[in-house]
């Protein structure tokens, strides 16, 4: 399995900013996703979520209204759109990929529950 992220950089606060995750090597319909940030020296926060149908999302309360998560099934991607960044966003933010073949409408927030990781890509925010 592999969980590829892209789109990272640096982004002026209030801009925008869109990661994409690619996957390859498991059946993606059958994964809940998710989308974590990671600050140096913090643990690895929980950004957004979406169930493996598409259908239901949710968010961190830092990021409600500004960040939307989506998927593709038909493309293996899942993609996070951070409007409005703030500095406090920055980090290296990971997607995950959770198993959930019996679990069309579930989205899993706690980093324990995913079974595969990306490599991250760093965002940095600026004022």
């Known amino acids: 399995v592999q969980l590829i992220e892209s789109g990272g950089g640096l982004v002026q606060a209030g801009g925008s900013l869109r990661l994409s995750c690619a996957a390859s090597?498991?059946?993606?319909?059958?994964?809940?996703m998710g989308w974590f940030r990671q600050a140096p020296g913090k643990e690895r926060v929980f950004v957004a979520a979406?169930?493996?149908?598409?259908?239901?999302?949710r968010y961190g309360d830092s990021v409600k209204g500004r960040f939307i998560i989506s998927r593709d099934n038909a493309e293996n991607a899942v993609t996070l759109q951070m409007n409005s960044p703030k500095p406090e966003d920055t980090g290296v933010y990971y997607c995950?990929?959770?198993?959930?073949?019996?679990?069309?409408?579930?989205?899993?927030?706690?980093?324990?529950?995913?079974?595969?990781w990306g490599q991250g890509t760093q965002v940095t925010v600026s004022i």
């Open positions: 090597g498991l059946t993606f319909s059958n994964y809940a």
């Open positions: 995950g990929a959770r198993g959930a073949s019996n679990l069309s409408s579930y989205v899993f927030t706690n980093a324990d529950a995913y079974m595969y």
């Open positions: 979406i169930s493996r149908n598409g259908l239901y999302t």
